[in-house]
Structures are given as structure tokens and as C-alpha cells.
């Protein structure tokens, strides 16, 4: 079956750091994978859909500037959490779906991230 | 912004009982209906695709039926096993939403050996 690779798994570091995040699709190619967050008790929220060799589309209310994607590749999206604050602390997921209506989204393990 | 509705939010259930939840979304611009299978330190993995009102779907002891003029979907576990034990998200997928998904919360299911 699709398998969807995310790294780092977890990252605990300073105030003002800046963290990327890999998504890659191991044995498809994803011209479209998205990124979500999800906060404590609440639902999976779409921050922004990457898709490959253009620019990423994000949700309302979602900065740009704070997460840069890039999609450079057919397998690969990445996420970057830039000047990272406790408040940006949370759970981040990617996916990534083959074509088709029926088909579903493929996730990676997702990214715990804490900022002191 | 969508609203798509799980309930219970969580439940626990005896072995070898069987249990149902539900997932309400919109009823108009309905394109698909997802629904994964969430555990703990894994991956969301995919169970169903429902695309067609009246459709039922079946993998192993698990299924789900879908009412898109009305916005609902039944998720049924058959024969509860501690194997079940997770939580199950429900996506909707309009047709105005490039490829978007807007997710419930979940049902928590714990399953009692």
C-alpha cells in the first residue's frame, strides 16, 4: 500500500528556531499532500495544500511567512516552522493522495513539536 | 468553515459487543465521504472511500453506510476486539473543495478485554 514518510517524529527546541518537517511518499508520486495541525481535543485542521512546482495554498488564517512549504518534488513536501514560539507548539501531519475520487489520503506518522 | 459532527466523542465497549457511531456533515456539494482508523503512535490508515448515497461499505468486522441527502454516515463494529481500540475520524469532501478534507474530532473507542 502508499506509504507517506514524516521525519522528525518529535523536536524540542528553543524559542526562535526555526524546524523543517520532510513529507515524502515513499512508493507513489504526490503531485498534492497536505499539512495539518491539531491542537488538544480538536479535529485535524488543514493548514495548507502543497502542491508540486507551484506555490503551496493555504487555509484562512494560516501565515504564510510563519509556514513556508515547498513541494520541489513529486515525493517530496516540506514544512518549516520559521522563528518557532510556544505557541506554535502542537501536533503537525502531512498526507498525500493518489488521483481519483475514491481514493484515499495517505498519512505519515506526524511531528510533535515543542518549543520552550 | 464545514461542520462535520462525530458523536459519542468517545465510548468504551465490552469485548465481543458490537457498537456504531456517526458522522454528520453537509448534505449539499457532498463529492466523498472518508473514514480512517487512527491508533495511537501510528498513522491515520484509511478504511473507506463512499462516494454514492446508499453505498455500503465492508472490511473485516467493520462497516460503514452513507446518506447524502440527509449528511450522515454510520460506522458499525462487529464483534468488538481490544484490536479495535482507537480512534476513528470521519472527512468530508466537497465538490467545490480541491481535494480538501474537513475532518470531525473523532470517535475514541476503547474497547474493554
Known amino acids: ?116 | 468553515i464545514l461542520n462535520v459532527e462525530q458523536s459519542p466523542q468517545s465510548l468504551h465497549v465490552q469485548e465481543g459487543d458490537s457498537t456504531n457511531f456517526t458522522c454528520s456533515f453537509p448534505s449539499s456539494n457532498f463529492y466523498a465521504l472518508h473514514w480512517y482508523r487512527w491508533e495511537t503512535a501510528k498513522s491515520p490508515e484509511a478504511l473507506f472511500v463512499m462516494t454514492l448515497n446508499g453505498d455500503e461499505k465492508k472490511k473485516g468486522r467493520i462497516s460503514a453506510t452513507l446518506n447524502t441527502k440527509e449528511g450522515y454516515s454510520y460506522l458499525y463494529i462487529k464483534g468488538s476486539q481490544p484490536e479495535d481500540s482507537a480512534t476513528y475520524l470521519c472527512a468530508f469532501r466537497g465538490l467545490d473543495g480541491n481535494n480538501r478534507l474537513a475532518f470531525g474530532k473523532g470517535n475514541q473507542v476503547v474497547v474493554i478485554p
Request: glycine share 6%; net charge positive; charged share 20%.
Open chain 1, 1 to 116: 500500500g502508499a506509504v507517506v514518510s514524516q521525519h522528525p517524529s518529535r523536536v524540542i527546541c528553543k524559542s526562535g528556531t526555526s524546524v523543517k518537517i520532510e513529507c515524502r511518499s515513499l512508493d507513489f508520486q504526490a503531485t498534492t499532500m497536505f499539512w495539518y495541525r491539531q491542537f488538544p481535543k480538536k479535529s485535524l485542521m488543514l493548514m495548507a495544500t502543497s502542491n508540486e512546482g507551484s506555490k503551496a495554498t493555504y487555509e484562512q488564517g494560516v501565515e504564510k511567512d510563519k509556514f513556508l512549504i515547498n513541494h520541489a518534488s513529486l515525493t517530496l513536501s516540506t514544512l518549516t516552522v520559521t522563528s518557532a514560539h510556544p505557541e506554535d507548539s502542537s501536533f503537525y501531519i502531512c498526507s498525500a493522495r493518489d488521483r481519483g475520487r475514491d481514493q484515499p489520503q495517505h498519512f505519515g506518522d506526524g511531528t510533535r513539536l515543542s518549543i520552550l
